[in-house]
Each structure stands twice: as C-alpha cells, then as structure tokens.
T-cell receptor
Framework: AQKITQTQPGMFVQEKEAVTLDCTYDTSDPSYGLFWYKQPSSGEMIFLIYQGSYDQQNATEGRYSLNFQKARKSANLVISASQLGDSAMYFCAMRSGSARQLTFGSGTQLTVLP | DAGITQSPRHKVTETGTPVTLRCHQTENHRYMYWYRQDPGHGLRLIHYSYGVKDTDKGEVSDGYSVSRSKTEDFLLTLESATSSQTSVYFC???????????FGSGTRLTVV
C-alpha cells in the first residue's frame, strides 16, 4: 500500500526566509511520481512541482524546489524567499499504480509572518 | 487552464436522501477521479475512472457509487446520504505523467 506522511501540521516562517516542508513516502512500486500542491484559504488545489522516481536531478520550479532523497524515501519541498501569499496548506502526494491515482499526505499549514 | 467544472458548488441535503455530484471536463482526458477532503486527512480517493464505463474503487468507496457514460462526465452518487459524508468533494483529471493533476473547484456538501 502507498502511504504519504507529513509530520508538520503547522509551520511558521518569516517573510523572505526559506522554509522546508517535510514529506516521506512508502511504496513498493519502482516507478512513481511525487507532487506538491498548494491549497490557499479559497480552497482550490494548485499544482506546484513534480519529481519522477527515475529523475536524476531534483525538480525546481521558480521559488520551489524538491529535495528528493530516494534512499530515505523523502521528498521535501523547499520554498525560498517566502512571501505572504505563500501562506496556505501544502500537500505532498504520490502517484503510483496502473490507474495513476494520487495518495495524499495530511498536509502542512504554512503561515508566513511579516 | 484545463476545463474541469464541478456542480453544484454547495449543497445541503438531509440524511437518507440521494445526492449526485457532477464533474465535467472538456479536455478528453482518460483518467478522472473523485476525492473527499476532511480535516486531518488530506484528500482521500473515493472512486476513479480510466475510461467510459471503466471505474474502480478507491480508499473510501463505501456509500458511494460512480458512473461514466461519456468521456467528459464523471458522476458521484451518494445513494443515501449520511452525516459522515459531510465533506468537500474534489474531482480531478490526469493530464500526463509529468504534469500535475488538475482539480475542480470542489463541492461543499453538508448532510443534516
């Protein structure tokens, strides 16, 4: 069975600082994908970044980077230069299986302080 | 943006009544999913579809059924709504291996 664990229910960061949101996963599939989503208070799910299990380099998308450590089964999200608009719930998710379904973690509520 | 819409956006219904939520896509994607979101649980998969009339159960399928008679529509039915089904329901479509899944805006369902 696939499982995603996010151990930080809430995080605070000062504006303009970097923050790391933790995510560990468990799967027996050799091929899988890891995603991070942002959910602001308005409720929509916003795709941030993707890492494939066979990717050799860590994924980056603007201020977002994914620290992928395959042996440790971790896929931490790093947000650089935090902005007030980054305050939101962040979900780590994993795609595996033939039907490509996503399994989500319980989320981390990030608050950026001015 | 990918065309995916959910209806209704909000619904209040009584215990024991049937409820159908609709997900409509304009992208012709093969895979469609229904999730529910509850505090402390993230999003959990209810049912998914990998083609017309091809559906399967997810993690929390009890009390729910789905149908997909056309590529663009994926319906979620609560045969007899219970208070435990009060939740926010999201539909999603899968665009490709490296692309993020696109989610609808969600349906907030309250069962009283």
């Amino acid at each position: 069975a696939q499982k995603i664990t996010q151990t930080q229910p809430g995080m605070f960061v000062q504006e303009k600082e970097a923050v790391t949101l933790d995510c560990t996963y468990d799967t027996s599939d050799p091929s899988y994908g890891l995603f991070w989503y942002k959910q602001p208070s308005s409720g929509e799910m916003i795709f941030l970044i993707y890492q494939g299990s066979y990717d050799q380099q860590n994924a980056t998308e603007g201020r977002y980077s994914l620290n992928f450590q395959k042996a440790r089964k971790s896929a931490n999200l790093v947000i650089s230069a935090s902005q007030l608009g980054d305050s939101a719930m962040y979900f780590c998710a994993m795609r595996s299986g033939s039907a490509r379904q996503l399994t989500f973690g319980s989320g981390t509520q990030l608050t950026v302080l001015p | 943006d990918a065309g995916i819409t959910q209806s209704p956006r909000h619904k209040v219904t009584e215990t024991g009544t049937p409820v159908t939520l609709r997900c409509h896509q304009t992208e012709n994607h093969r895979y469609m999913y229904w999730y529910r979101q509850d505090p402390g649980h993230g999003l959990r998969l209810i049912h998914y579809s990998y083609g017309v009339k091809d559906t399967d159960k997810g993690e929390v399928s009890d009390g729910y059924s789905v149908s997909r008679s056309k590529t663009e529509d994926f319906l979620l039915t609560l045969e007899s709504a219970t208070s435990s089904q009060t939740s926010v329901y999201f539909c999603a479509i899968s665009e490709g291996d490296r692309d993020g899944y696109t989610f609808g805006s969600g349906t907030r369902l309250t069962v009283v």
